[in-house]
C-alpha cells in the first residue's frame, strides 16, 4: 500500500539547483511525486564556514518501506557522486527522510520522524509549505506550528 513520505533535498556545492532537480527526477523512480516546495537559499548551522545551502522538500508517494526509500535516497547520493568526508560538511547532494505517513521508526541507522526536523528552519519553511497541516507523530504539533514556535536565527530565504 502506497503511503506519503517527506523528504528533504539540500545541495551546498556546485550548480546546486541541477543537483537538486537531478535528485528529483531520481527520485521519481521510487514514487510519485506529489508534491515539490519552492527552492530556498538557507544558512548552513552547526558546521557554519561553508557554502549556503539550496534546499526543498518533496512529498513523495511509496510502495516502498521505510528502510527501502532511505536505501533507494543513499543510492541516488552515492550515483550523484556524493563523498563523506566530513559529517555536516558541504555536499553536492543530500536526501534525508522526514516523515513517512505516521510511522515512527527508531532503528539503527533510521529514524523517523527525522531526529532535528522540529529545530531545522531550512527544513520546516519548505514542509509547512506543502505540507502545512501534516503533523509531527510524535510531538503532535503540525508542521506550521513547528515552524511558528522556532527562535529567530538561521536565515532561510525563498527564491
Known amino acids: 500500500m502506497a503511503e506519503v513520505a517527506y523528504l528533504s533535498l539540500g545541495s551546498n556545492l556546485g550548480d546546486r539547483e541541477a543537483h537538486l532537480r537531478e535528485a528529483i527526477s531520481r527520485l521519481k523512480t521510487t514514487g510519485s511525486v506529489r508534491a515539490l516546495s519552492s527552492f530556498y537559499e538557507t544558512q548552513p548551522v552547526e558546521l557554519t564556514n561553508q557554502p549556503w545551502f539550496l534546499n526543498c522538500v ?25 563523498m563523506r568526508l566530513r559529517d555536516k560538511g558541504p555536499r553536492n547532494i543530500d536526501i534525508d527522510v522526514l516523515l513517512f505517513g505516521d510511522r515512527i521508526v527508531d532503528e539503527p541507522g533510521l529514524k523517523i520522524p527525522h531526529p532535528a526536523i ?22 503532535g504539533k503540525t508542521t506550521a506550528e513547528l515552524l511558528a514556535g522556532l527562535a529567530e536565527g538561521q536565515v532561510v530565504r525563498r527564491i
Not at 62 to 79: H, N, V, Y
Open 58 to 82: 518533496l512529498a513523495l508517494e511509496t510502495e516502498q518501506t521505510p528502510r527501502e526509500l532511505l536505501k533507494s535516497a543513499l543510492s541516488i547520493e552515492a550515483g550523484m557522486g556524493r
Open 118 to 139: 522540529a529545530a531545522r528552519r531550512f527544513v520546516l519553511a519548505p514542509l509547512a509549505e506543502i505540507a502545512p497541516g501534516v503533523r509531527h507523530p510524535v510531538l
